[in-house]
């Protein structure tokens, strides 16, 4: 890996007087110096991207398709180099780094495949006397320059799920990733830059908040796609009502365990679950519902699992925990556990900080409004709740200002359909976490968790306009 990245700006690359140093959460080292966009550079891609719209827009299907058929492939290429930069900047194990590669390059496949088949639809419009021999045609087309702001915690997939989508339905994008992780989306540039795209479609701008806010409040930007806090979120959405906005925000996800689930899998799937990545995923289970019937078979073998895993150097093949983002995060899930404690909760297991890192968390006897139990966490601590009543265990779970998604395990098909119609989430994952996703199935959430929906062809209906022809063929 090269050590100092610039701006992807109009096809170019462009420096700044603002040189950053990204430095790894495990241990501090240097990953790289990137170049922090000036404000007028944040308008002159802005200019780039508008300029280049109607390039964009009038790019055939096929051209489209096989741009993102090469940027799969280069992805592939470099799949060790992009899974490194995102274990050193994001301290996510090299094993989960290379997973988040190949979720990548699978979001890129797919958005090749919807890039050849965005279709419409023919309507009949004789539905009355006056109207007859009228027939509609429904078409999409792309919106203009979008703005795509993604978090930390997915450097390569949660840009894939904003950048590979609008390439497919012809719009642009100005990308402006996480500051504690830009080097991946750069890497993403240069392969980018690679396919022949033409310059301007697509714009990849490290900035701080005061420069960034150009992409959020300038007019030439139709749609704004964020991913990221739920306050940061709405307030985007407040100060861009006009615009079209897509929020991908937090979670506070649950998962209800029945009594017939196949218990040993479901332990499994929880410790993955809950502790995936220290915790730092919208989806990661933070309150876990056990019925009473199985609760102590459950928790020993759920501990014991906990208590296996290996803390330490993201780059480390056997390291199955990393570090938070940074010691401010881990301070943080600090606090609000030793909140708990006092109150009254039990530490089954964990509960310790070194740094950045944290000890994967399991807690018993916290009330429902405590902080560790009602705010997200995005840690790797998980809450646990015996239950009795499988209604009652649906009401706990929509007791949340969240609604990700939420996981079942049960052999009982009426009880799966009632948890999908009940719950108040975006997604019903059965015999499974709620961590569970797959690139092309529809994302996103309700109430504080978001609005609209990712998944490759979800986006590219957000990303698009419906336009209708009317044709009178008397």
């Not at 150009?214 to 940061?232: C, H, P, Q, W, Y």
């Not at 925000?249 to 679950?273: C, H, K």
């Not at 969240?402 to 108040?424: C, R, V």
Request: include cysteine; glycine fraction near 8%; charge should be neutral.
């Amino acid at each position: 890996m090269k050590t100092v990245y610039p701006l992807f700006i109009n096809g170019k690359w462009e420096e700044s007087g603002n040189l950053k140093e990204i430095k790894s959460p495990y241990d501090g080292r240097p990953v790289g110096q990137v170049f922090f966009a000036r404000s007028d550079q944040v308008k002159e891609a802005i200019a780039a991207a508008t300029a280049a719209f109607e390039t964009a827009r009038r790019m055939p299907s096929y051209e489209r398709a096989r741009i993102l058929e090469e940027i799969s492939s280069g992805l592939k290429r470099r799949r060790e180099e992009l899974a490194r930069s995102i274990a050193l900047q994001a301290g996510k194990p090299i094993r989960d780094s290379r997973a988040e590669v190949d979720r990548a390059i699978m979001t890129f496949d797919l958005a090749s495949e919807e890039a050849r088949r965005i279709g419409g639809e023919i309507i009949p419009l004789d539905l009355n006397a006056f109207s007859q021999n009228r027939w509609g045609l429904v078409r999409r087309f792309p919106l203009g320059p979008i703005t795509a702001i993604t978090p930390f915690n997915f450097p390569l997939n949660l840009v894939a799920h904003k950048v590979a989508p609008a390439l497919a339905s012809g719009n642009t994008i100005l990308l402006r990733p996480a500051s504690q992780v830009p080097i991946t989306s750069l890497l993403l540039a240069e392969i980018v830059a690679e396919t022949g795209l033409p310059a301007g479609i697509f714009n990849v701008i490290p900035c701080d908040y005061q420069a960034a806010e150009n992409l959020i409040a300038d007019e030439r930007i139709k749609m704004i796609t964020f991913t990221g806090s739920s306050s940061v979120g709405w307030e985007i959405k407040a100060r861009a009502p006009r615009k079209r906005v897509t929020l991908e925000l937090g979670g506070n996800a649950a998962l209800v365990v029945e009594p017939e689930a196949d218990l040993e899998f479901a332990v499994l799937r929880s410790v993955t679950g809950a502790f995936a990545y220290a915790g730092q995923i919208c989806i990661s289970i933070q309150r876990l519902f056990l019925h009473e019937k199985i609760y102590d078979r459950f928790m020993a073998d759920f501990v014991a699992r906990t208590r296996a895993l290996k803390l330490g150097d993201p780059l480390d093949e056997t390291t199955d925990i990393g570090p938070m983002i940074n010691e401010a995060a881990a301070r943080q899930t600090e606090e609000w556990v030793n909140e708990a404690v006092e109150k009254g909760a039990r530490i089954v297991c964990g509960g310790k900080r070194s740094g950045s890192m944290f000890e994967p968390t399991i807690l018993e006897k916290v009330e429902p409004e405590w902080r560790i139990s009602w705010l997200e966490a995005f840690a790797p601590v998980v809450v646990v709740y015996p239950y009795r009543d499988f209604e009652k265990a649906l009401e706990a779970v929509n007791n949340s200002i969240y609604g990700l998604q939420a996981g079942i395990f049960t052999h009982d098909l009426k009880k799966a359909w009632l948890a999908f119609e009940k719950l108040e989430v975006g997604g019903v994952i059965i015999n499974d976490i709620p961590t569970y996703r797959i690139d092309h199935m529809p994302y996103g959430g309700v109430k504080e968790s978001g609005t609209g929906r990712e998944g490759v062809r979800y986006a590219i209906e957000e990303m698009t306009e419906l336009k209708l022809l009317a044709l009178n063929l008397k």
